[in-house]
């Protein structure tokens, strides 16, 4: 294991700049921070998407599992060049989703992101993902990306979608959009 962290401050990146995990410096709003920083925030959305306590253990197992492979994402992201996440974990969740998408009706009509405490965290964990998807694109056209990192962040917001049926489903039921007409005059 690297250096644990004894001083949580550096004061380095008091200019506006940060260090990639090769050394160099970047300023923190490049596309690639904006990336893997993003990748952050959707484990930090899964993570609150574990702190239900009423998750079926397969969920959280599935979930725990993403965490790490978001953190090794976030990783491979922060050193140029770098590959952690392969074909292998694409196809782990196309099985995971396949799997929870089996006990679900077809869906017929748009739903509501809410059906519950632990639904409505996971769709917010999809959007976010969603975020992260797309800049990990913007970076990916200026810089080289892993197709597959790219493959990973989509296979996954339709996974946290899906699980997030499943979730509304053993709540509050899914919520169905309705139309509701033109805005009034």
């Not at 196309?94 to 679900?104: G, K, P, R, V």
């Not at 996954?156 to 007409?181: H, I, Q």
Request: charged share 25%.
């Amino acid at each position: 294991m690297g250096n644990r962290l004894s001083k949580i401050y550096t004061r380095t990146g008091d200019d506006g700049s940060t260090g990639l995990g090769d050394g160099t410096r970047v300023a923190k709003d490049s596309l690639r921070v904006e990336a893997f920083g993003t990748v952050d925030e959707a484990n930090s959305a899964v993570g609150t998407v574990l702190g239900v306590p009423s998750l079926s253990p397969e969920i959280r197992r599935c979930l725990t599992q993403i965490q790490h492979d978001l953190f090794d994402l976030g990783g491979e992201l922060c050193i140029p060049g770098h590959v952690m996440i392969g074909a292998a974990h694409i196809e782990r969740l196309e099985q995971e989703l396949d799997a929870f998408n089996a006990s679900l009706p077809a869906l017929k009509e748009f739903i509501l992101p809410g059906g519950g405490q632990s639904a409505a965290a996971c769709h917010l964990a999809r959007a976010v993902t969603r975020r992260a998807e797309r800049r990990c694109w913007s970076l990916a056209r200026a810089e080289p990306v892993s197709p597959d990192a790219l493959k990973y962040l989509n296979r996954l917001s339709d996974l946290l979608f899906v699980v997030a049926r499943v979730l509304a489903r053993s709540a509050d039921g899914e919520v169905v959009w309705r139309r509701t007409g033109a805005p009034p005059a």
